[in-house]
């Protein structure tokens, strides 16, 4: 379903990763993982089409997004690839549900789908009761619910999460970690999760790591 091959990427003299292979299914949950500086962030965000491989091809879904256009690149990646962040990067002047609505809004959804799609998400991750409130009156977890589901309102063959537990509490990581194993089972969702964190990194289906740029056997 996801397929990166021979990533290279530098950034001046200074090698980041260095021909890294990667293979994800749909339906499984694999987490990054690797010291500061190994690669793990870079890697996911060329998945995620934020950023451009010196050498290799990334393909999702059959496409291969080096043929892709910016703009549309653009909109294949609003519409296929789900993102989740440490600080969760939701809207201020907006209620949870219109920063869960906007990719659908951006994706020419109507209205009405998509704050019905939105408050399935929101129920669904039990944050439903919180759908007009903004950001700065929502606790962390609570932003990171909001934030999956901003992530998963156009149904993406894939989410990416980059260190999302790494502003919450011990008790709201741990919630947020199981949410991705209830999402995957009740979704048939795929995750890349770039961590630090060893509970999240164990509960994923597959551990892959990163040193020096280079994926290490298993």
Same mark, same amino acid.
């Not at 790494?166 to 194993?181: I, R």
């Not at 164990?202 to 290490?216: F, N, T």
């Given at each position: ?32 993982? !690797? ?12 998945? !995620? ?60 959804v109507s209205p009405k789908a998509a704050e019905q ?33 901003r992530a998963l309102v156009n149904r993406p063959a ?61």
């Amino acid at each position: 379903m996801l397929s990166a091959r021979g990533i290279y990427k530098s950034y001046g003299a200074l090698p980041i990763l260095k021909g890294v292979d990667l293979e994800v299914a749909t339906g499984e949950i694999v987490s990054l993982v !690797g010291a500061s500086g190994a690669g793990k962030s870079t890697l996911l965000h060329i998945i !995620g089409t934020l950023d451009r491989p010196d050498r290799g091809t990334v393909s999702l879904q059959g496409t291969d997004i080096s043929t892709l256009t910016p703009k549309q690149l653009s909109a294949f990646r609003n519409e296929h690839i789900g993102f989740v962040f440490q600080f969760h990067h939701l809207l201020p002047e907006f209620t949870a549900l219109e920063n869960v609505c906007i990719p659908a809004y951006i994706k020419k959804v109507s209205p009405k789908a998509a704050e019905q799609r939105a408050m399935e998400l929101l129920a669904l991750l039990g944050v439903a009761h919180r759908k007009g409130h903004k950001p700065g009156e929502l606790s962390g977890g609570e932003q990171q619910r909001v934030a999956v589901a901003r992530a998963l309102v156009n149904r993406p063959a894939v989410v990416l999460a980059d260190e999302p537990s790494g502003n919450l509490d011990s008790e709201n990581a741990a919630a947020l970690h199981q949410l991705f194993v209830d999402l995957r089972t009740q979704l048939n969702q795929t995750f890349v999760v770039v961590t630090h964190n060893e509970e999240l990194a164990s509960i994923a289906d597959r551990m892959v790591h990163i040193k020096d740029g280079v994926i290490q056997p298993d």
